[in-house]
Every structure is written in C-alpha cells, then in structure tokens.
C-alpha cells in the first residue's frame, strides 16, 4: 500500500509513516476515498509529543490484525494538531459536546463528507476501567454504518447542526470596559482557587498559567491599588512554586508541560516551546517588578535551554521535546531522560556528595516517581557555603545526564509558537542586557517572515509551519500572525529598527481584512483559507485562552501595540472592540482569559507611551532607555530613534511616536506620552522614572 505519510512535514505524521494503517493525510484524497468505497472516515488526531498517542499507536495502530480491519473498514486520517489547529478545534469541540470531555489522542469517527458522528479520545487495545476496547469500538462504528446508516446520518446531521449553532459570543461587542472594579471582580474569583498552601489555581493536574501570572504582574504594578498585593503575592507564590518543583528542571532549564499532582512534584515530562516561550517572559517580567535571584536563575537557565535543545539549523525553534525515551531497558519510559535513584546519584558523585544532592533535591529511597525514581526539586536553596559544591554536582550530573538516551524532538516550526519565543528573548535581552538573545530572536524572525510569509498577489500569507527550511502547506490561523506581529513588535522594542514595526503593521492588515467576525472579534482562521470540510460543520472561533493566547486576545495586544506606536486609531479601536467580549468572559472564567486581562491592564495605563530620542548607543540615550525597559507600567511602549531631521524620515514612516521629538539642548530626550498627550520632555533619568511611576 502507498505510504502517504513519509513525505509529511509534521513529525508526528512520519511516526506513524511505518504503521500497518493505511494513513492518508487530511485532505479531500481521503474524503474522495471514502466516498468511492462507501466507508467512513476514522479521523485520528495527536501531536508527536503526546505520551497517550504513542501508547495507542504501539498497542492499535501497529498491531496487524487491527489495522487489517481497519483499512478494510475505514479510510484513516492522522492529523497533527499542532500542524492543524484548524480541524482539530472543530472536532475537539465535536468531541465535548459528545462526551463532555476532550483530549489526545482525539478519536473521530466521520462521514465521507467529514461530518463526526461519534467522538472519544485515548481506547485501550483490551476493555479497561470502563473503556470499550479500541477493535470493539470500530466494530460497533462499522455495524452502525452498515446496518443502521439512518441513525448514523441523522446522528451527523445533528452533531452539525449543534456545532453550527453554536454561539461563540459570551456578551455584546463595545469598547473595552474602563470600569476597574471588574478587575477587581476576576481577581477575587480567582482568589477563590488559588492554592495558598502550592501555589497555583485549582487541583491537579496544574497547567503553567502563564498569561494569567502577566496579568497578575501588571495588575500589582501601582502598589496603593486594592488587590495590588494580593496579586502580586499569587504571582509570586506561584512562579515559586514552579521553579522550585518537579516541573521545572532543575540541571537543564526549562519547563514541562504540566504537573500531575497539585504540588508540581512530578510532571508530565513533555517539553513544549510555547510553554517555555511564555514562561521565559514572565518569569523575566517578576525580576524586573521584585529583582528575585530565583526569577533571573530561572530566565538565564530557561533560554539557555530553548537555544541550546530547541534550536533549528535555520534558526527558528523546534515544537517540542517527547515525553518519553529510553530507559535501562530500551524500551521507551516516560521521564526516563530526567529522573535519579539515590544509587544512581551515588553512582555519579561518589559516597559524599551522592547522598547530599539527594538531601538537596529531594532523591528518595522511596522514590517520588515510578520505579523507585525521584524528580528532582530544589525546595530551599542551598545555603550560601555550600555554593560551589552546590554548582560542582549539578554541573555532574548534567554531563551524566547528557550520556543518556534523549527524548525525541519534534523538529517542526511553528509561526505562532516561534513569535512567542522572539517576543520572550527579544524581552529578556533587552531586560538583561543580553544582546545575543535580541540576535537570536532577529534570527528566528527573519526566518518565519522570509520562509513563512509570501506574497500572493496583494495578500499577505503565512504559513503555519515548516521544516528544515521547506514550508508546511497548512494554512496559518490567527495565532500565528498575531503573535508573529507581537514578536516583531517585541523587537522594534529592543533594537529600535523600524523595519519591525511595518512587518508587523503588514500582517496586523491581513488580522482586520481576513479574519474578521463582523461584530468586533476574529474568527481563527481567514476567510478565504478556511478548510471546506470544515466551513460545513463550523468557522473556527475560540475567544479562550488555552496553553496560548487565544488568536483574539493576541490579536488586541498586538493591535494595541501597533497603534501606539503609530498612531492609527483603525488598530487601536479595532484592539478595543475585540478585548470587549474577551473582558466579559474574564469575568466569567478568568483563567481562560489571562491574556486578554494583561492587555487590558495596558488599555488602562494608556499605555504609556515612550519617545526617547538621540544617538543609538550613546551613553545618556541608554540611560534613558534602560530606565524605560525597567519600568512596570503595563504594556509599555517604547520608541527610540534619532531626533527630528531629515535623517528621521524612515522612522517617522512608520512610528509615529517618533515624530517631531527634538532633543533638548542637544541631549538625549525622552518624551512620557498617553494617547498622544505628551508630558514635559526630560533629559534626566531619575525624572524619567517618576513619570513612568504608577
């Protein structure tokens, strides 16, 4: 049989290239196929770090016996989520209203015209704690079509309507809400789950909320608003409670995807770039609002990480690292990379100091994991005498570590995730004076925007993903321009060159003209790309967040940003008109809603708006500039460039915050605007300070 999956771009397609499954790819080869024989679609959905996909895969898809009745009974689509955010949010949202839950590996049993009539996630090979059998469930999916077409079409037809019918919209369009008792409305709902004992909200499993801890930082910015502690203490307590648990690795950098309990003990040993991105930038947000060392270690440690295991030969970042490798036996385990036994700490460091890094990291007998195995944690910090044995052991069992089996990458590039990783580095370089982050993430762009971006005719497009430098045909949806215009913005921060603001005003048009509602948000993916099959069932439009910023919600920042900086009240109203509905679901579930409070936050404060003017890389300009970058007023935005001349014209073309801002007395100036209304000029820092002041 031909293999449809070897020349797949998605990693996660080619694991499963070797399968006995006779696997198409999404796309209307597969539907024509279902059609011809009269069969239906078993839509299989997953991405390649997910650790209950390869569970599935190893004991269905490559069992012969099931997948012979498989190809003879269905026509199979693998579908990389990550690749596909499309189809996989249209029938994830099939998949809840069916069974009131949701997750991966997602199975989708389907018409020939991709209408779903029967949804679940992970089936087991044999019958277990109450899941039917993977071969019992496509037995009864291939009687129901055979024996009872009627109740399969009528069950369709109803799935379809429900979802077309669907209303997205959580409350009516406006403006962006002014009134700040409702932030204090999400804060003390929030309040309501945060774990004060753990850190974090709600029980296990705990997700990093990332875009909620910006919103909390932002929140907390002016110290005399009320809540402004009470936020800042959950932030606080919560980046804590990461960087010191399970989750966070403690010899390598970087975060997992989640934890598995409610004290971030044991993770699920996945690593995602879009987590690690969000997080590089939070954690570097809490050092400039507290100055924690443990905030700085943990932004040092956490970019190392990205540019050290994720970093693609082209310069972009990859997706992920898998959450499983081998282990002693070769077969594949969970963690198996990551955690110790106290004799393997003995083994490495020797009678002394094995047993002291196991009282440091907590390394049981016991074990806190599987197999007598412990995760390292870093509960309390080694006392200060102890620092060099401290640095010594951990820089031995790294190199121990390094001689192991690694977990597998997926070497696919993700617009959005990889403008969430130049916005972070393009942030944190510029807060720790680290100019090769700023490079590393002008590289990343550069890439996206030369490999992913394309001209046809006047539109703009952007691809959702590559890899090794050859360009996915997956469509890119909302996320992926929005947060490629944010890390473009992010670098018009740092570098000053305003060749980042017009690419990122380029696809913010594409944002207004393609994805548009009509009613003042965005649907995810355009008008003219959106999936046929698709368009059938439901437009994708999700105004929550997730993992990630939801597509709306990073539109309006970016949007926010953009006008700003130049000006134009289209982006700036536009900004406004989609954080409205997004303010109302705040109010309603505030953990779905983090980024949209956070660039609300900047609504608020103006944003402030900041000129500075002068020689680049001159003393008094930089002294300006850093006191700009240390500044917590929320969604600050800052502009640099020479003062108003001829040789300004480039800049004045695009940023408009720019425009005729002399310098006073021949010295580096800055300029504190909000809306455009300007306070007094300065040339002295410490003035600047109080006025970016809450």
């Not at 797949?8 to 399968?19: E, I, M, R, V």
């Amino acid at each position: 049989m031909p293999n449809r999956l070897a020349s797949a771009t998605s990693p996660y397609l080619q694991q499963h290239a070797g399968n006995p499954v006779d696997w198409f790819q999404w796309g209307e080869e597969a539907f024509a196929e279902a059609r011809r024989r009269d069969v239906p679609l078993l839509v299989s959905v997953g991405y390649a770090a997910c650790h209950w996909c390869h569970v599935m895969a190893h004991e269905s898809f490559e069992d012969p016996a099931t997948a012979a009745y498989l190809n003879e009974h269905f026509v199979a689509v693998k579908v990389d989520r990550e690749e596909r955010p499309d189809v996989d949010a249209v029938y994830m949202e099939a998949t809840r209203t069916m069974t009131g839950g949701g997750g991966w590996p997602m199975t989708v049993f389907a018409t020939p015209d991709g209408d779903p009539f029967f949804c679940g996630t992970y089936f087991p090979a044999r019958p277990l704690r109450g899941m039917p059998a993977f071969g019992q469930v496509l037995g009864a999916m291939h009687e129901a079509w055979s024996e009872r077409r009627d109740d399969v079409d009528t069950t369709a037809a109803a799935v379809r309507e429900a979802l077309a019918g669907l209303e997205p919209r959580v409350g009516l369009p406006g403006t962006a809400p002014r009134d700040v008792g409702a932030f204090g409305r999400v804060l003390r709902a929030l309040a309501d789950t945060y774990d004060i004992d753990r850190g974090g909200f709600g029980g296990a499993p705990k997700f990093p909320p990332s875009m909620l801890l910006e919103w909390l930082l932002r929140h907390s910015a002016d110290s005399s608003r009320p809540g402004a502690q009470q936020a800042l203490a959950m932030a606080a307590g919560t980046l804590e409670a990461m960087a010191r648990g399970g989750m966070y690795d403690q010899l390598g950098g970087g975060f997992a995807r989640y934890s598995v309990d409610a004290g971030w003990v044991v993770p699920h040993f996945e690593k995602m770039l879009y987590d690690n991105a969000l997080l590089l930038r939070v954690y570097a947000h809490w050092w400039r609002a507290t100055g924690s060392s443990l905030a700085r270690r943990v932004v040092e440690e956490t970019a190392g990480w990205m540019l050290r295991e994720l970093r693609t030969r082209e310069g972009g970042f990859a997706s992920a690292l898998d959450a499983d490798s081998p282990g002693l036996d070769d077969n594949p385990r969970e963690g198996a990379f990551s955690v110790w036994t106290l004799r393997e700490l003995v083994e490495v460091l020797g009678p002394d100091d094995g047993p002291w890094a196991a009282a440091v990291w907590g390394v049981t007998e016991a074990g806190t994991f599987e197999h007598g195995s412990s995760v390292l944690q870093l509960r309390i910090e080694p006392r200060p005498g102890d620092t060099d044995r401290y640095a010594s052991v951990r820089s031995r069992l790294f190199a121990a570590r390094s001689s192991r089996p690694r977990p597998a990458r997926d070497d696919k590039v993700v617009a959005a995730w990889n403008g969430l990783a130049i916005a972070a580095l393009a942030d944190a370089g510029d807060l720790f004076a680290r100019p090769d982050w700023v490079d590393a993430a002008a590289t990343t762009a550069e890439l996206l925007l030369g490999v992913h971006v394309h001209r046809d005719g006047r539109v703009l497009r952007v691809a959702r993903t590559s890899r090794d430098g050859v360009v996915g045909t997956a469509p890119g949806v909302l996320e992926d321009y929005a947060d490629l215009a944010e890390g473009a913005l992010a670098l018009y921060r740092a570098t000053g060159e305003p060749r980042w603001v017009g690419r990122a005003g380029e696809l913010l048009e594409e944002v207004l003209d393609r994805f548009d509602d009509g009613a003042g948000g965005f649907y995810d993916t355009a008008f003219d790309e959106t999936d046929a099959v698709l368009q059938r069932i439901r437009r994708p439009r999700d105004p929550a967040d997730g993992p990630t910023p939801s597509g709306q919600a990073a539109a309006a920042g970016a949007l926010l940003t953009y006008a700003a900086l130049t000006g134009s009240n289209r982006h700036r109203e536009a900004a406004e008109r989609a954080l409205a509905e997004l303010l109302v679901l705040a109010e309603l579930y505030p953990r779905a809603a983090g980024w949209a409070l956070a660039v609300a936050e900047a609504v608020l404060d103006g944003p402030r708006e900041v000129a500075v003017v002068g020689p680049a890389g001159e003393g008094e300009t930089e002294a300006l500039r850093r006191v700009v970058v240390l500044a917590t007023a929320p969604g600050a935005v800052l502009a640099t460039g020479p003062a108003a001349s001829p040789d300004a014209a480039a800049h004045e073309a695009n940023v408009a915050l720019l425009r005729d801002r002399p310098m006073l007395g021949g010295r580096p100036t800055a300029y504190v605007c909000r809306g455009f209304v300007c306070d007094r000029p300065t040339t002295d820092p410490d003035d600047l300070a109080v006025l970016l002041a809450p």
